[in-house]
């Protein structure tokens, strides 16, 4: 029998493996979006820096949380206090395991604590089937930016649980 999930918060310490575990994901797991381009795949990397991941630490407006399969590091997730998911990350090799979707009940939890209803979020096309599994819809014609096709989605919250 597979280890449960564990959902915690992400801190600082958390920053360098984030980075891994955003990068194998984008390399390997979002191929189908970048393509292999070398240079779509490096900017998608570098907009979720160390630098960055640690100003959002210290932010009480964002949420990063971390999934961790039998006590290893296998995903991230990250929530605005505006109602918005802002990523979702998780190893290639801990994909269909349970762990996005514990990084995303986590989020939206802490979404509905702050009183939110409405959750939003852009997916790519990988992440597309997966959000709209969780309930996520599109609101929003798809747009391109920075050379990926990215689908405005969201989700309504129930009002517990």
């Known amino acids: 029998m597979e ?11 958390d920053v360098g493996i984030i980075c891994r575990i955003i990068e194998r994901s984008i ?4 191929a189908l979006d970048h393509r292999n381009d ?42 605005q ?7 979702c990350y998780v ?4 994909f269909r395991r349970g762990a996005g ?19 939003h979020l852009n997916s790519t096309r990988t992440g597309e ?3 709209r599994h969780l309930g996520y819809r ?4 798809p747009l391109m930016h920075k050379g990926l096709q990215i689908l405005p989605m969201c989700k309504s919250l129930p009002l517990s649980g």
Do not use: T
């Not at 390399?27 to 979002?30: E, I, K, Q, T, V």
């Not at 190893?91 to 801990?94: H, M, N, Y």
């Open 101 to 119: 979707r514990a990084l995303m009940n986590d989020l939206q939890g802490w979404l509905r604590v702050r009183g939110l209803h409405h959750v």
């Open 38 to 79: 070398l240079l779509i795949v490096n900017d998608w990397i570098r907009q979720q820096s160390a630098d960055s991941l640690s100003a959002w630490l210290a932010d009480p407006h964002f949420y990063l949380n971390i999934a961790l399969l039998a006590d290893k590091p296998v995903g991230v997730g990250m929530a």
């Open 27 to 30: 390399r390997f797991g979002c």
């Open 91 to 94: 190893q290639p090799e801990s």
């Open 3 to 13: 280890a449960p999930i564990c959902i915690r918060p992400a801190i600082l310490a």
């Open 138 to 141: 599109a609101s929003e014609p």
């Open 81 to 87: 206090r505006s109602g918005d998911i802002v990523l």
């Open 129 to 131: 089937a997966f959000y």
